[in-house]
């Protein structure tokens, strides 16, 4: 019997340190799934906000044949991704009393612009004191690449007799109006900025015949 009870007695303790342990590793367990979660919610967000900040304004948009106007991109109480974009580009974009943005990443063909392609813009704008047409989003210039022309403005594009014009995007050069493709290759995103315009307080006045057409004349094989 007393044997018995010595090795009781040596058990108990062993038992006790075995149901310690197990708590002690449930804790941990729970504690590191705590963790886990919380890193990978963290990732999650930062990637989801780096994927809605790094093109375009989320949210907002009218669409206007090819291009979409964001009457609200510069608006005081613009949404927290549209001042996140903004903050993103080191931009000051238009306020509301100022003019209107509009942007393009397609043709009047709805296919995406491609800067190994030739595009004809041209046609009209709406009523404006002055408006300028850019590529957006250009980011840093190739290595070896050339300073160009990144873009237009309403006083220096040439006009034919009637007023209108035409401004070609190109990667090569091209007669008149031209805008070289900011890229050998790969998407491209154009910027058109009306400046003191009716066309701000009613987008929806705006249709197709208003903006500049959008025509792809081919692309290199």
Known sequence: MSGSHAAASETAPRRGVIRF???????????????????????????????????????????????????????????????????RRGEIPLAVGEGLLLTAAVDDAGQALDATCTYRIGGGTPPARAWTITVAGRGPREPGRP????????????????GRFAVMLAPDVQPGNWLPSPRASGPVRLALRLYDTPAAASVGSLDRASVPAITRLGCAS
């Open 147 to 162: 300073i160009l022309r990144e873009g237009f403005t309403s006083t220096e594009v040439l006009r034919s007799a009637d």
């Open 21 to 87: 342990v197990r708590r002690l590793w449930r804790k941990s367990s729970i504690a590191g799934l705590a963790v886990y979660a919380l890193a990978l919610g963290g990732a999650l967000g930062l990637a989801s906000a780096d994927w809605a900040t790094s093109g375009g304004y989320p949210f907002g948009g009218v669409q206007v044949g090819a291009w979409t106007a964001w009457p609200r991109a510069g608006a005081a109480n613009a949404d927290p991704y549209t001042r996140a974009v903004n903050a």
